[in-house]
């Protein structure tokens, strides 16, 4: 233990550590209490927003306590940026997976056994294996920290039944170590989950606020979704961007027609060879292609912290999804922009997701059930998330259980003019379609009945012969669309959840056909709008400033040349650009500008060990910017 005892003779406390090491003044509003109750030797689990910090929390009392810290860890990738991290802040750190020779692998364990590493990451398919255990066995270990532990629970989307051996690891311990799980999921099953599964002895379990507020929401409902996209990435082009489709072959259109249109972009989903993912997502990562287009196969284990912005080709299959890939922007902490680009096909997609889910093969028939009406009842929630005209942070915290403002004013229908529309006639002539063909019909049937469409189906049903039939011909189909989504979320219709998706009349409907009900809603002035204001707002506040100030002309050459000294610096390193400073690292260099080592100290996220390795640079580089 000749790396613990050099530790303990260094007698920092935590503060120190988060400076020296990190280079942070403060902690952030849980890290502290997570910090001091695994300390004192509870269990803990902490739910905290992407972004948060949740690493830290287990990272510096892995360096106060007295033993070996292991880190369960789900995938390669985030185990390497950990670990990378953690050595350019110097620490020793090591990592035990699959992507590591048998030599290299022994080698490791050689010098975890000699104490070398006070924090190592293990994929949790090694816990059970025999020289694993030997070693784990004869060492003392301090505590088992669970990151990502959302994947121990079947409810999750990310299960991964190495998790369910930890507890069973655990056990096999000479003396308990201090147990602490972390993830950002926050509902009530993968919380429970987490806690049997892992048996977690009397946690203190911690959930802070899940807002982001330095995220901009915005639904965007267009025609032409290529276009709206290709428009966006036009005025945001120094930027770093991920955009998600909700299949491969969509990945693949997009990703080659965005090539033809001149932008630099790669693509990611599971229909890709091992080797040209990591490519493709190493490409990203280190800057080298500022856009990946991908499925939802992307983005677990991305920490890259300067994503400016997440699009959404197409509508994900529930808030659970859209908020983890949504939340991949501003891990920063900087300004980022996360639109969703709506079409009604999502719907249909999404649904032919949830019918052939084989992720379940292995639930009985009832329980399988459950899991596919639960899912569809998710995507209904999803769904109303497109068209509701409320603040959409509000509508994503008030589902998973938090009450926000019900203004934010950073978000597409926060920011957006509306008017109120009396809409009472469609709304009757949607119901009197749903009663005249009793109830039997899905919602594209009623209203390309009551649109006047000629299609087959149509046809076939005979709904050409209702007596709605084009009575609202003159009405766009979207807004149709939008009616009748209101008058689900109203419950004045209600959509069935089998496979049918089938609009039934409900106890309320009848209300609607009494004299004098009307029905109001409230509807963007123009469906453009939110769009632009995105546009807008991205041009006008580049670098997210206190106060909401922007950078001089100047500085934006210091950022520029400062980012250009980082890519040269991570080339020699080998490490993704934002490890060896973050965005936000840069842009409080740009206002400081530092002209000696101490004034570049109070620089957020400058730490002694980086200071020692890179600061005289980034100081020569800063001088000649001083007023
Ligand atoms: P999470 O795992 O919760 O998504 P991370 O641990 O990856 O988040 O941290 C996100 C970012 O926040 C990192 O760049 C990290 O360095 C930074 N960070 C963490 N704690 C602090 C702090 N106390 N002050 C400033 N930045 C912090
Ligand atoms: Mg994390
Ligand atoms: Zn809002």
Redesign the pocket.
């Known amino acids: 233990m000749e790396r613990n005892q050099e530790r303990a003779e260094e007698h920092l406390d935590k503060y120190e550590i988060l400076k020296k090491y990190f280079g942070y003044d403060t902690f952030r509003n849980s890290q502290e209490t997570l910090i001091d109750h695994i300390l004192a030797g509870k269990d803990t689990l902490g739910i905290m927003p ?1 972004g948060a910090g ?2 830290l929390c287990y990272q510096i009392p892995a360096l106060l306590m007295d033993g070996i810290t292991l880190v369960i860890s789900p995938l390669i990738s ?1 185990m390497k940026d ?1 670990v990378g991290s953690l050595n350019q802040a110097g620490i020793h750190a090591a990592f035990l997976n699959s992507s590591l020779t048998i030599g290299q692998y022994y080698k490791a364990l050689g010098f975890a056994r000699e104490g070398r590493y006070p924090i190592i990451y293990v994929a949790p398919e090694r816990l059970m294996t025999e020289e694993f255990l030997d070693f784990a066995l004869n060492s003392k270990i301090a505590m088992v920290a669970v ?2 532990a959302h994947c121990v629970s079947q409810w999750g989307q990310d299960f991964r039944p190495g998790y369910l051996k930890i507890a069973e690891f655990i056990e096999k311990l000479p003396k308990r170590p201090v147990v602490s799980a ?1 993830t ?1 999921t926050a509902t009530k099953e993968v919380r429970d989950d987490i806690i049997d599964m892992l048996m977690l002895r009397s946690p203190l379990v911690l959930t802070t606020g899940f807002d982001r507020s330095n995220l901009y929401f915005g639904v965007v409902t267009v025609r032409d979704r290529y276009a709206a996209i290709q428009n966006y990435l036009r005025m945001h082009k120094e930027d770093s961007g991920i955009i998600y489709c909700l299949t491969r072959k969509q990945v693949e259109e997009v990703c080659e027609r965005l090539i033809k249109d001149g932008f630099s972009v790669t693509r990611y989903h599971a229909g890709l060879g091992d080797a040209e993912r990591q490519k493709n997502q190493d490409d990203f990562i280190y800057d080298r292609t500022p856009l990946i287009v991908c499925t939802s196969a992307f983005g677990m284990g991305i ?1 890259k912290s300067n994503v400016r912005f997440v699009l959404h080709y197409g509508m994900p299959k529930n808030i659970e999804s859209y908020y983890q890939e949504a939340g991949r922007a501003g891990r920063d902490g900087e300004p980022a922009e996360c639109i969703l680009y709506y079409s009604s096909r999502d719907v249909i997609t999404n649904q032919l997701f949830i019918d052939n889910n084989q992720d379940n093969d292995e639930l009985d028939d009832v329980t399988r059930a459950i899991v596919k009406e639960r899912d569809r009842e998710r995507l209904k929630k999803m769904t109303f998330y497109c068209f509701t005209n409320e603040c959409l942070r509000d509508y994503i915290l008030r589902y998973f259980g938090e009450y926000g403002s019900n203004y934010c004013g950073n978000c597409s229908n926060c920011l957006t003019q509306f008017e109120q529309v009396d809409v009472t006639e469609i709304a009757r002539t949607l119901v009197g379609c749903v009663e005249s063909s009793r109830q039997r019909y899905g919602t594209t049937v009623i209203i390309d009945t009551v649109h006047g469409a000629s299609t087959a189906r149509i046809k076939n049903y005979r709904m050409d012969e209702n007596p709605y039939y084009g009575s609202l011909a003159q009405i766009q189909a979207y807004r149709l669309r939008q009616v009748l989504n209101h008058l689900q979320m109203e419950e004045y219709l209600l959509v069935t959840n089998d496979d049918y998706a089938i609009v039934k009349l409900t106890a309320k409907s009848k209300e609607l056909l009494e004299e004098g009900r009307q029905i109001v809603m409230k509807l963007a002035k123009e469906s453009e709008r939110p769009l632009k204001e995105a546009q807008d707002r991205g041009r006008g506040r580049k670098k997210g400033l206190p106060g909401g100030a922007s950078f001089t002309k100047q500085e934006e050459t210091l950022f520029e040349k400062l980012r250009a000294l980082r890519t040269e610096i991570a080339r020699e390193e080998k490490v993704p650009p934002y490890i060896v400073f973050s965005d936000k690292t840069l842009t409080h260099m740009c206002v400081v500008k530092p002209e000696d080592k101490q004034e570049m100290m109070t620089v957020s996220g400058v730490g002694e060990f980086k200071f020692e390795k890179y600061g005289e640079r980034f100081l020569a580089c800063i001088k000649g910017f001083h007023r």
């Open positions: 992407t949740k690493s985030l950990q990151d990502e972390f950002a920490d």
